[in-house]
């Protein structure tokens, strides 16, 4: 069972507001996290292939950031490892028009 999200308030750094914008922003802004979250876009991870996958981030750090995910109802536990919530492939499917514009910016600097 994935535990329940903090309120908007509390984790936010560098705004008193605690908008539910700013709290979002503040999670996905920290190290590691959109790493985390891109990896986990096609399959259920365990703990050691998210590791890897993540170019040997600290094991400390990594957990941290998977236990700040899934408090925020992103990421799940399961038998088979860390795997997206349905929530989290809805916040997966709002990068889509980023990555487009990202590789379409690749490619206007390269060529």
Do not use: H
């Amino acid at each position: 069972m994935t535990k329940q999200a903090k309120s908007a308030k509390s984790g936010v750094r560098g705004s008193r507001s605690g908008r539910p914008i700013m709290a979002l922003l503040d999670l996905l802004g920290r190290r590691w996290t959109l790493r985390i979250i891109w990896e986990l876009r096609e399959s259920t991870l365990t703990s050691r292939a998210l590791r890897t996958a993540c170019d040997e981030a600290s094991p400390t750090i990594l957990q941290t950031r998977l236990t700040e995910l899934r408090v925020a109802g992103f990421v799940e536990l399961t038998d088979d490892g860390y795997r997206l919530t349905e929530l989290g492939r809805e916040l997966l499917e709002t990068f889509a028009p980023l990555n487009r514009f990202a590789e379409r910016w690749s490619r206007q600097r390269s060529g």
